[in-house]
């Protein structure tokens, strides 16, 4: 039995007004999210990832900014159609957003109490004291110490691992269908990271809540995701469950990204290999040009790369119609069996 899934992004395009003229800064991206589910979108910064959560929450500052076509269904509704008094009900209620960056995202005016039961009033409609006893329960599940005395306390008053803490408490307060992540863990140490992320499975066993876990890091995409999106300059160029993608990358910025990591593929009882990296940088807006626009660094280019390659699936076709989502990279190499992943849904 097929199950609609709880967010479907389709054909996703955003651009921003620039002196030069309109840039795209998100060209086509489609994936799915199921109920109880973790998706990691994985790529380096400036790659589009979290220009894609921002457009989930109808937060694309407008102007210069637009969604110029697609549709976000969450649940069967068209977000992208939604009034902003609609999205206020959905945003930090339904959907919450872990942001990456505390010090420019907490108001350096309020308490981290006030802010933490801002929601929970409005979307929970809990009395001052409801708001203020769950919001020290939220301190203290993401490790903050002495929660009765940090309640009170401003951002200024606190470090950056526990300004990062008390985003994630936010996020999670109203206990969400999804929760976007956006390098949740960025100033934490190791072992706060760890806790985190078995916060994050605690909820999400207990709520069956899905996660949109934005990273960089193939350490923790291996340890949380379900499946796995890689973007780069403002598309998906590969997908696949986390087995697939860790274990048989297909696409060359991908095998990039996973050789940049010495943990992988190296025994303990070698000596470490030495670190691998990808030439150059992800190329601006304005120097994409036609084509791949990974092939000015891909060291397997060729002629073909001239013309944007669309997601070829990685797998068999008997295979791949097991999942509404096969294992496929945008890469003319896998066009040797060329079955694309709309020849797969038709």
Known sequence: MTTTPLLQVQNLQVEFKTRRGQALVLNGVDFELNAGETLCIVGESGCGKSMTALALLGLIPMPPGRVKEGRILFQGEDLLQAGEDRLRQVRGNRISMIFQEPMTSLNPVFSVGDQIGESLRL???????????RAIDMLSQVG?????????????QL???????????????CQPDILIADEPTTALDVTVQAQIFDLLRELQRDK???IILITHDMGAVSEMADRVIVMYAGRVIEQGTTAEVIGDPQHPYTQGLIACLPEL??????GRPELVEINGVVPSIWELGRGCAFRERCPQAHARCLEMPPLLAATDRATANASSTPHAAACWLLDEAPVTVEAIAA
């Open 123 to 133: 979307h929970r409609g809990l009395d001052a004291k409801q708001a203020r006893e």
């Open 144 to 156: 903050i110490p002495a929660p009765e005395r940090r309640i009170d306390e401003y951002p200024h």
């Open 159 to 173: 470090s950056g691992g526990m300004r990062q803490r008390v985003m994630i408490a936010i996020a999670l307060a």
């Open 208 to 210: 069956g809540t899905a």
């Open 265 to 270: 593929g190296s025994s303990q009882h070698e």
